[in-house]
Nanobody, 126 residues
Framework: QVQLVESGGGLVQPGGSLRLSCAASGNIVSITSMGWYRQAPGKEREAVSCISMIDASTYYSDSVKGRFTIVKDNPNHLVHLQMENLKPEDTAVYYC???????????????????WGQGTQVTVSS
């Protein structure tokens, strides 16, 4: 089993920045990919950014490309999401996810991930 705990959410003004962190525990040596997803009220959960824990290859959704950066810290079992130039449409609950399957490319579909954190709220508002 893998446990994931997110932190770093909060309220920020448009144009501001936030850094989300995800701490993994449990059977962490088997994790192959980790990702950040978000879900706004009334909307489906969508991929934001994902990273391979093996080769650091990444995926970014078009809506965040150029503004968000995902990085991994293998020794400390952490994955961070640095969010810059935040917009009101980035408002959502952000979830961390982890997968143990082997993929040819970093997976980004919600169904690819077996382990999920509880989520952290990000609100972008003036």
């Amino acid at each position: 089993q893998v446990q994931l705990v997110e932190s770093g959410g909060g309220l920020v003004q448009p144009g501001g920045s936030l850094r989300l962190s995800c701490a993994a525990s449990g059977n962490i040596v088997s994790i192959t990919s980790m990702g950040w997803y978000r879900q706004a009220p009334g909307k489906e959960r969508e991929a934001v950014s994902c990273i391979s824990m093996i080769d650091a290859s990444t995926y970014y959704s078009d809506s965040v490309k150029g503004r968000f950066t995902i990085v991994k810290d293998n020794p400390n079992h952490l994955v961070h999401l640095q969010m810059e130039n935040l917009k009101p449409e980035d408002t959502a609950v952000y979830y961390c996810a982890a997968d143990r399957a082997v993929h040819s490319t970093v997976p980004y579909k919600v169904t690819s991930y077996d382990y999920w954190g509880q989520g952290t709220q990000v609100t972008v508002s003036s």
